[in-house]
């Protein structure tokens, strides 16, 4: 947080010994209950650029009041952000437009909206790039009803209701399988026109453990592998 405190969330019950139901604020000495918690899993958390702290999870109340899925802490009590969202949320991000993006769908503070016509899967992984688009990954095939297994770009500048899940800056879609892996991977990547590109493996802490590509990429598809023997698993 923005006082140097860690927050936590997950299915525990306590934290230090004391109550605390599925989320706890560490200030570098003890652990502190967020008011009445949460009755479900936590599954991600996400600090707002109002300081206050943003939940997504499995549960459908937070502070003991309705919150379908996601709400938000601002430091004394759990408010809810409109009527929520219509299932589990397993990944949150603040994009560069300062709303919060849950999984597949976009709070701008005042509404939901989703990102074009979606994914046709879940979402379980959010971060924002260097260049300020939102790489989602998760358990879908599409997004937004185009090819995109597993991985896809968006960019929030595209619209004001609300991005489209499609890739950006001419890419039409990145995907590897099988991923995660112990051994050969396949990655393709496939762009409009031909474009500068760079092409990374991370580990599961978002550190770079192999560039596959980085330089100028065709116009088309370019098929890239990389042997994880050696590497960690996954």
Not at 65 to 71: F, G, I
Request: charged letters at 10%; a neutral charge.
């Amino acid at each position: 947080g923005p006082d140097g405190s860690l927050y936590a969330g997950g299915w525990f019950l306590t934290a230090g010994g004391a109550p605390a139901n599925r989320v706890a604020r560490w200030d570098g000495s003890a652990w502190s209950s967020l008011g009445e918690g949460v009755n479900m899993g936590v599954y991600a958390l996400a600090m707002g650029p109002d300081g206050s702290l943003y939940a997504g999870g499995a549960f459908t109340t937070a502070g003991g009041a309705a919150a379908n899925y996601v709400a938000r802490w601002d430091g004394s009590s759990w408010r809810r952000l409109g009527s929520g969202v219509s299932g589990p949320v397993k990944a949150l991000a603040f994009g560069p437009d300062g709303n919060l993006y849950a999984g597949g769908q976009r709070w701008d503070g005042s509404a939901w909206s989703p990102l074009g016509s979606g994914m046709n899967g879940s979402v379980t992984a959010l971060v924002v790039d260097d260049h300020g688009a939102l790489v989602l990954g998760g358990d879908f095939r599409r997004a937004g009803g185009m090819p995109s297994p597993f991985i896809t770009l968006c960019d929030p500048s595209q619209t004001s209701s609300g991005p489209p899940a499609v890739p950006v800056a001419g890419v039409l879609s990145v995907a590897a399988w099988p991923n995660p892996t112990a051994g050969t991977t396949t990655v393709r990547l496939t762009l409009r026109g031909p474009a500068p590109a760079r092409v990374e493996v991370v580990d599961v802490l978002g550190r770079a453990v192999a560039t596959l590509l980085d330089g100028e990429a065709a116009a088309g598809t370019t098929v890239l592998t990389w042997n994880a023997r050696g590497a960690a698993p996954g």
